[in-house]
């Protein structure tokens, strides 16, 4: 069981926007920064989002990031069936002094 | 731009050790941040395994700190885990990738190399 929690799965339809939660502690994201990583099918995972908020220059601003005391949201506006694949979040626990990831979420475009 | 590639065995046997290379290209690991290695078992989510500092200060899985050592090889732009007693739970892809410490972000990942412990 991860010490973060996504939801399983999540779908919308293209050019719809979706949201990804991911649901954490005091110890972990209530005090420490948040990042995103999308892995495609078959790929590595990629940084999307770090720092809570920001994007990697090549990441398009369709990918968006934000934080509320212990838990962050992934949000995906103008879905294109390119964006299918795994999200995962990651933060780092004070208390267990690890890094720590979401159990996942398939997006998929309908 | 910053390269990572993984390299070791693909298939052990239960029991045996698993040692993994990561070789860094573009950046130089003395400057600076952490290098880490997360697995992902078959199907599953990603799991953190452990990050190393080229001063060789580590931080570990508590379920995996009692088989792992993670060391850093600064003059061959290098760092390595080995995992002993491995299990058929040891097996997954792994990713060897760059740590921001702080700032909690992985950037950039290894393409992961499978691992499968099996009998």
């Known amino acids: ?64 990031g934000s934080k509320s005391g212990t838990s962050a949201t992934l949000g995906i506006a103008g879905l294109q069936t390119g964006d299918e694949a795994d999200y995962y979040c990651g933060s780092w626990d004070s208390s267990l002094n690890v890094a720590v990831f979401g159990g996942g979420t398939k997006l998929t475009v309908l | 731009q910053v390269h990572l590639q993984e390299s070791g065995p693909g298939l052990l046997k239960p029991s045996e050790t698993l040692s993994l290379t990561c070789t860094v290209s573009g950046y130089s690991i003395s400057s600076g941040y952490y290098w880490g290695w997360i697995r992902q078992p078959p199907g599953k989510g990603l799991e953190w395994i452990g990050i190393i500092y080229p001063s060789k200060n580590t931080f570990y899985s508590p379920s995996l700190t009692s088989r792992l050592t993670i060391s850093i090889d600064t003059s061959k732009n290098q760092f390595s885990l080995k995992l002993t007693s491995v299990t058929a739970a040891d097996t997954a892809l792994y990713y060897c990738a760059r740590y921001s410490g702080a700032y909690n972000w992985f950037d950039p990942w290894g393409q992961g190399t499978l691992v499968t412990v099996s009998s």
């Open chain 1, 1 to 64: 069981q991860s010490v973060l929690t996504q939801p399983p799965s999540v779908s919308a339809a293209p050019g719809q926007r979706v949201t990804i939660s991911c649901s954490g502690s005091y110890s972990n994201i209530g005090n420490n920064y948040v990042s995103w990583y999308q892995q495609l099918p078959g790929t590595a995972p990629k940084l999307l989002i770090y720092d809570n908020n920001k994007r990697p220059s090549e990441i398009p601003d369709r990918f968006s």
